[in-house]
């Protein structure tokens, strides 16, 4: 099993403190591993293995504990006679009813340490606010880092050179075990996972397929977009105006949580390869902890803008380096930002063309 010490050691600083953990992301991104991860770390810790509750509630032998009440009642009878702290690890903890309902409550009548999974990005939205208010701490789990997917690689094949792991990478993507990912829902995601990275329109869509004699309207496109972002499976990226400094509200882009899903449904398409780089570059973005979005300046485009803590860097993504063309295309929008924040062009050359 991966440690995936980058998430740990964020999470380890709050085990045994008074905050309700809550680890969001992507279905098969590798929350419940997580859980598992910690679990391991309180045993390490000397926590006696009865003192640890982990339900997992997609597991219909407990649809009976899928409400507030009837989750509340179980873990009071579990741990009535416990004499030490209670550790709670609930997976995928939006399927019971209510819950922040009982989780509130658990907190106050019991000497407790809560940890919480889910795959939906308004797990933290509405009643949540209300009963754990400057409670909880948010963990986003995203699929493999190419470090993690090297890890894990490596282990099978330990004398692997390291761009024949980077190739491996971006044919399977971060969730390795996927295989079987199918009409209107499927086709307008395939639509926008064929296109990451490139400028999208929902009006655009709907037009194409009233061509195809199949009339959907704009706002049903938008929707069924928004579902795949609160599930964590798309990621909307605005576009803003490094001179006027504004957000705009037009041409957003959209990245797969993990490119591994787009080549399940097209195949290794080395034609696309400039779009699945950069959406290697946009999740390790993510994964460091950067607000990102795409930058205009006049009439070029800046990939990335990353923002973190006050700072912020440019980075622009290319296959390779190939003409002249494409280095001018490349640096020209960076040379035009007229401020000392670090301004990168990430790309697969074998020899630094930097400058």
Same mark, same amino acid.
């Given at each position: 099993?991966i ?21 969001? %992301? ?7 591993v ?15 293995e ?35 702290? *209670? ?31 889910? +795959? ?37 094949e ?14 399977? %993507? ?74 705009? +509200?037009?041409?957003?882009k959209?990245?797969i ?26 999740m ?10 795409? %930058?205009? *300046?006049?009439e ?24 002249? +063309? ?11 930002i ?6 990168? *062009? ?10």
């Amino acid at each position: 099993m991966i440690k995936r010490e980058s998430y740990m050691g964020r999470i380890r600083p709050f085990i045994d403190t008074d905050v309700v953990k809550i680890l969001t %992301g992507l279905r098969r991104s590798g929350k419940s591993v997580m859980l598992t991860l910690i679990q391991e770390e309180l045993r390490d810790r000397g926590v006696p293995e009865g003192s640890i509750i982990s339900l997992n509630f997609e597991d219909l032998r407990l649809a009976h504990l899928l409400t507030a009440t009837a989750l509340h009642d179980e873990i009071l009878r579990r741990s009535e006679k416990m004499e030490t702290k *209670v550790y709670l690890f609930f997976d995928e903890i939006q399927e019971v009813e209510e819950w922040q309902r009982a989780v509130n409550s658990l907190r106050i009548v019991l000497d407790c340490d809560i940890y919480l999974t889910g +795959s939906n990005a308004k797990l933290l939205s509405g009643e949540l606010a209300t009963y754990l208010a400057g409670r909880y701490v948010e963990f986003v789990i995203y699929p493999f880092s190419f470090g993690e997917f090297l890890e894990s690689y490596r282990g099978i094949e330990p004398d692997a050179p390291l761009p024949l792991c980077f190739q491996r990478y971006i044919a399977l %993507g971060g969730m390795p075990y996927l295989s079987n990912v199918r009409d209107l829902l499927f086709r307008i995601i395939a639509y926008v996972m064929a296109n990451v990275g490139t400028t999208f329109s929902a009006t655009s869509l709907a037009k194409y397929f009233k061509s195809e004699g199949r009339s959907v309207a704009t706002e049903t496109i938008l929707n069924y977009i928004q579902f795949c972002c609160d599930a964590y499976l798309l990621y909307r990226v605005k576009r803003e105006d490094l001179k006027g400094k504004e957000i705009l +509200s037009t041409n957003e882009k959209y990245y797969i949580a993990d490119h591994g899903i787009r080549a399940a449904l097209f195949g290794d398409e080395q034609a696309s390869i400039n779009l699945v780089l950069e959406n290697i570059v946009y999740m390790e973005l993510l994964r460091r902890g950067y607000l990102v979005t795409v %930058g205009r *300046v006049a009439e070029r485009e800046v990939d990335f803008v990353a923002k973190r803590r006050g700072k912020m860097l440019y980075v622009q993504v290319a296959y390779l380096l190939a003409s002249q +063309s494409t280095i001018e295309r490349e640096f020209t929008p960076l040379e035009q930002i007229r401020d000392n924040y670090p301004k990168y *062009v990430v790309s697969m050359d074998e020899f630094d063309m930097g400058r």
